[in-house]
């Protein structure tokens, strides 16, 4: 995390999680960002987890800059070694997201911003009816 912190996956068991791939210099992932964090705004409090991991390309200080002046409300990663978006099946392409389910299985994985956000609010919803 930005903070230096750690999160482990025994962490997110239980919750309805999107890993959004980004970069500080991806002009789809900026654009995306706001709608992002409504989205988590409408289902965090339902246990459901947003995280935006920045790739190992990215600069920190830009990542760092980035979430305070935008007040990201979700975790906000640095992949300094790429090993997260390696886990997630070599993610090369930003943004790319994948949303877990609350038993820790992949539900769905876009690469590009979500075609209709009103289909992500619909998968959300039905997963957290399910935890």
């Not at 339902?46 to 200080?61: K, L, Q, S």
């Not at 539900?107 to 209709?116: A, D, I, L, T």
Request: hydrophobic share 45%; with cysteine.
């Amino acid at each position: 995390m930005i903070d230096g912190a750690r999160v482990r996956q025994q962490e997110l068991l239980g919750k309805v999680v999107l890993v959004n791939f980004w970069a500080s210099s991806c002009v789809n992932c900026i654009k995306e960002m706001p709608a992002l964090v409504q989205t988590h705004e409408r289902f965090a409090p339902r246990g459901y987890e947003t995280m935006a991991v920045a790739m190992a390309y990215d600069r920190p200080d830009f990542v760092l800059h980035f979430a305070s002046t935008q007040q990201l409300p979700f975790k906000v990663a640095l992949d300094l070694q790429g090993e997260v978006a390696q886990a997630f099946g070599r993610v090369s392409v930003t943004p790319t997201s994948v949303l877990i389910g609350a038993d820790g299985r992949i539900v769905q994985r876009w690469v590009g911003e979500p075609e209709s956000w009103t289909t992500l609010h619909n998968l959300i919803e039905s997963k957290l009816l399910r935890t």
